[in-house]
């Protein structure tokens, strides 16, 4: 399945985010934990009340329609960007947060606008077409500015793989370039991982944070 076909299935499956029952927390420690390596690996090189530095800005990658990631990053001073595939579930975003910038794209394509202090991927970037993913986590490693903190979710299988299923309704696509494919782009991209947790065994629900390396002086 192409990205543009992935969003045309979430297109006719947005409301399952909006039920009462779907749970908002979902992501949400694990965000904090990425949070919190921004203050404790440079908070010598960096002051968001510095009139020199530029503003604490961050993307949502893949960022639907609930918001609560978002919400979390207004809570911590970011300005906030967000972009998605699924036409529907930007509607109900740009409707939740209408002083927000969105972006209707393919992250594999699209051009990011800026360096981002922090960037959030969660529960997307399986998505993405196997023979694309190892550069997509480069552009994204080197779309965060020194020191700046990538968080995204994965499967944590061992070995690259890609399947489909129905699971949720429509046919949806997913990839993985196991966790050594994983670890070894972070590092070419001059990155540091901070984290590595499987946060839902036995499932294989994976998620890393990552860092960008700081130039020595």
């Not at 961050?58 to 001073?77: K, M, P, Q, S």
């Not at 023979?131 to 995204?152: D, E, M, W, Y």
Request: hydrophobic share 35%; aromatic share 12%.
């Amino acid at each position: 399945m192409t990205p543009a076909e992935t969003g045309l299935a979430y297109d006719q499956i947005t409301q399952r985010w909006t039920r009462p029952e779907f749970n908002r927390n979902n992501g949400i420690a694990q965000h904090k934990v990425a949070l919190s390596f921004l203050d404790v690996f440079t908070s010598e090189h960096y002051s968001p009340q510095a009139t020199s530095n530029p503003p604490s800005l961050a993307l949502d990658v893949g960022c639907g329609c609930t918001g609560r990631f978002i919400d979390l990053l207004h809570d911590n001073e970011f300005v906030v960007e967000g972009v998605d595939i699924s036409n529907e579930m930007l509607a109900l975003a740009r409707e939740r947060h209408p002083n927000n910038t969105f972006y209707f794209g393919d992250i594999c394509t699209f051009d990011l606008p800026h360096q981002y202090r922090f960037i959030s991927a969660w529960d997307c970037l399986w998505h993405v077409p196997l023979h694309s993913q190892a550069a997509l986590i480069t552009k994204l490693c080197n779309a965060l500015r020194p020191g700046g903190v990538l968080i995204f979710s994965c499967g944590g299988v061992d070995e690259p793989g890609e399947h489909t299923n129905t699971i949720m309704g429509p046919e949806v696509y997913y990839a993985s370039l196991g966790i050594n494919g994983y670890v070894r782009h972070i590092i070419e991209a001059d990155c540091f991982i901070r984290h590595i947790e499987y946060g839902q065994l036995p499932e294989f629900h994976t998620y890393f944070v990552v860092q960008k390396a700081i130039p020595q002086k």
